[in-house]
């Protein structure tokens, strides 16, 4: 795209919308859903995306148009949200504990296919539970940690405790293991993956007919483990400065730009974005600065306030003035999104609609 | 507060809200606001809180009942909330540039009687063109920098300049200056405002009528500075772990908590919050951890997923388990309320209501 006319668009956001606003090229994001779909289909793996990164079901319909397989949501509340946009086949990746969510995740049964997942045994029982009061079965997957120490039962004999706990809770039918492997843990995941499949054969249970995978940062892996059914990816869709850092993504797959305005100086190597922790939020996915301005990519985010991205222009031979129009590409889109009511559409240069984050802070 | 009864009540929010949910007790809100108020009394300045902590005209309303003159908001899209919600006088402590925001500004000034702020001459010709689309004048402060480095001219002959922008811009009024005096900062500020006020009196200025301080951090230091007609605190009404750290409020004053799920152990010395990074923000506020559980002062949450807090055990007698609902005081609760729909409001140890946070992501 020539990057001449990408600025204008961004002054005519800016002249529309205002700054800080947050804009999707919608063919970037077409290209992410084709690559990723093509990929999964090479591998010969279901698509099931993570709807954390966009939680608008706008996006999911387009990966479902692209032969996505179900949903992925993080939070029963993200589920809600898509159910009653009309998605079914979601599976659930977290533990869904405590009466309010039992109830709520027995109504989610009455209108959708749920799958939930689970790496503890008060988990086990609240989502028989819920079955039980739904009236119906409950798939369940095992959460497994293979690395990341993130969720999931560390090892392949607890996995097998689970199984034996799913097995025996009633109402519910073991489907399977959810996994996030490591970056470069291919082998040990296999490893993992084994043994608790062969100790959940000796249960006397079914093999697992879901093997999930899940990451953007990890799909050079994409199939390699034997038995994988499905990826759950959520990034890829938008892309940030992190997936790049990662070789996950090139700048050019960025779909998501905030586009913003430099509102004050404060000295000749100081500028001020109106951009700050409330817009592009302080997580920094441990990189260096908050953001990269595609504009000035010399400038430096080197600090936030709420309102206030605080930019180290001493590497600029020439530094943007007050009243400049920049796009920024995030560190973490997926939080950045999170932060939005609305994200602003466009396709061919051109702004084509306003898409709502729908699911924004569905945390619960 | 008998600690188990608040155990209880927390109880009874997940039970009715589900976790994680933002709580705030408005027993501990009233006092706060009636502290700020009195000590303003005291020293002889008006009270303007600033509403970005907590965006919502139920609470600013709960502090002009107990005194406030005003309010002061950060973003042109809150002070539109607020004005809609038939707040006059707000004072909008930010450069505002751009033909949209112009053109907002112009419809604000039709219901409203903003008072604009400016640090650089884009901003004093944005605020003149806004003034002079809605046919009156409006009054505008100059933002100025006295040692924290954030926005703000940098010294008091730069504030005069942008003195003299504004007296010969047409159709503003010259009102005063904005200071945010960092900590420890009384005899700076108090040179660099006598300074430019001398300034802006031989520009044949009247004197200022609005002195604006800033910041909870700083309350200390309330009205020494001479000149001073009003201070801007936003933090104090809910107060957070950053305040107590700077020694600006107790545990006692923390108004809000975040209530949360224990919804994974992976591991004797390792558990998992459902309050993540989209939940309790990544923003550290240069703490140790990210959050304080009440129950558990001797847990980490060392690190965020976005829908995990992670947390580090291996200081914990007797860890939570699995199903345990425990209460986080956030290290900067202006972030995490801005990652909210609504909070619930407790007063006397009862649930009493839910309040919108009608701000919300109003960025722009």
Do not use: W
């Not at 990057?3 to 804009?23: D, M, N, Y």
């Not at 490591?182 to 043994?195: I, N, Y």
């Not at 500028?271 to 920094?284: Q, R």
């Amino acid at each position: 795209m020539d990057p001449l006319s990408t600025c204008r668009l961004a002054q005519t956001v800016a002249r529309e919308f205002g700054t800080p606003c947050a804009v999707v090229d919608l063919d970037r994001v077409e290209a992410n859903i084709a690559r990723l779909q093509g990929r999964c289909r090479e591998a010969g793996i279901a698509n099931r995306p993570h709807i954390k990164t966009h939680k608008s079901p706008v996006f999911a319909a387009m990966q479902r148009e692209a032969g996505a397989a179900g949903i992925t949501c993080q939070k029963l509340g993200e589920a809600e949200i898509f159910a009653e946009a009309g998605f079914t086949d979601i599976l659930i990746s977290y533990n869904i504990i405590g009466d309010e969510k039992i109830a709520r995740l027995a109504r989610l049964m009455e209108r959708a296919q749920p799958i939930a997942s689970v790496d503890n045994p008060v988990a086990v029982a609240a989502a028989a539970s819920a079955a039980r009061s739904a009236g119906r079965t409950l798939p369940v997957v095992i959460e497994c940690d293979t690395g990341r120490r993130r969720a999931g039962v560390e090892s392949a004999p607890e996995a097998v405790e689970i199984a034996r706990a799913i097995r025996d809770a009633g109402h519910l039918e073991f489907a399977g293991f959810l996994l996030y492997p490591p970056e470069g843990g291919v082998a040990v995941t296999q490893r993992f993956l084994d043994e608790a499949g062969a100790g959940s054969r000796d249960l006397g249970l079914p093999p697992p007919r879901i093997v999930s995978t899940g990451g953007t940062p990890n799909l050079a892996d994409l199939g390699r483990i034997d038995g994988t059914t499905e990826h759950r990816a959520g990034t890829y869709v938008f892309n940030d400065r992190m997936m790049v850092a990662a070789g996950a993504a090139t700048l050019e797959d960025c779909a998501l730009t905030v586009v913003a305005t430099v509102v004050s100086r404060g000295g000749p190597t100081r500028g001020i974005l109106d951009a700050g922790s409330k817009t592009l939020s302080s997580d920094t996915g441990k990189l260096d600065g908050f953001g990269l301005i595609l504009e000035y990519p010399e400038a430096r985010i080197h600090a936030f306030a709420e309102e206030h991205g605080f930019l180290d222009l001493s590497g600029c031979a020439a530094p943007p003035k007050v009243g400049d129009v920049v796009r920024v590409v995030p560190n973490h889109v997926c939080v950045v999104v999170n932060l939005m009511d609305r994200l602003v559409a466009t396709r061919g240069g051109m702004i084509v609609g306003e898409i709502p984050v729908a699911a924004r802070g569905r945390i619960s």
